[in-house]
Nanobody
Framework: VQLVESGGGLVQGGGSLRLSCAASATFFTSLSMAWYRQVPGKQRELVAGISISGRTTYLDSVKGRFTISRDDAKKTAYLQMNNLKPEDTAVYYC??????????????WGQGTQVTVSS
C-alpha cells in the first residue's frame, strides 16, 4: 500500500489546514485510516483514527478542533484541523491498517507532511 499525504504548511495560530492522504490500496474499504504526528525527541502519537464503519477516535487535545473523515470512492482520508495551536506543530503521518488496534507499531505509513503553527 502506498500512501501520499498533502496539505501541510505554515499557518498562524487559530488558522486551519486540511491534510489529505491518497491510498493506492485495492481494498481501501477494508482498511482503517489514521493520522499520527511526531516532533523531534518524542514518540509518534495517534491524532485521529477512523474505522471502516466510520467510527472515530481522537487525541484528547484535538477533540473539538480536528475532524477525520474518509472518502472510499476516492480512496482518500482527510484531517481537517481548525483552531490550530503552536503545540500542534509536528510532522503528520498517514497510516492504514486492518482493524482498530491503534498501536504505532502497526500498519503502513506515508512519507509525512510538516505542519507548522506560528504564535
Amino acid at each position: 500500500v502506498q500512501l501520499v499525504e498533502s496539505g501541510g504548511g505554515l499557518v498562524q495560530g487559530g488558522g486551519s489546514l486540511r491534510l489529505s492522504c491518497a491510498a493506492s490500496a485495492t481494498f481501501f474499504t477494508s482498511l482503517s485510516m489514521a493520522w499520527y504526528r511526531q516532533v523531534p525527541g518524542k514518540q509518534r502519537e495517534l491524532v485521529a483514527g477512523i474505522s471502516i464503519s466510520g467510527r472515530t477516535t481522537y487525541l484528547d487535545s484535538v477533540k473539538g478542533r480536528f475532524t477525520i473523515s474518509r472518502d472510499d470512492a476516492k480512496k482518500t482520508a482527510y484531517l481537517q484541523m481548525n483552531n490550530l495551536k503552536p503545540e500542534d506543530t509536528a510532522v503528520y503521518y498517514c497510516n492504514c491498517r486492518y482493524g482498530t488496534n491503534w498501536s504505532p507499531d502497526l500498519g503502513s505509513w506515508g512519507q509525512g507532511t510538516q505542519v507548522t503553527v506560528s504564535s
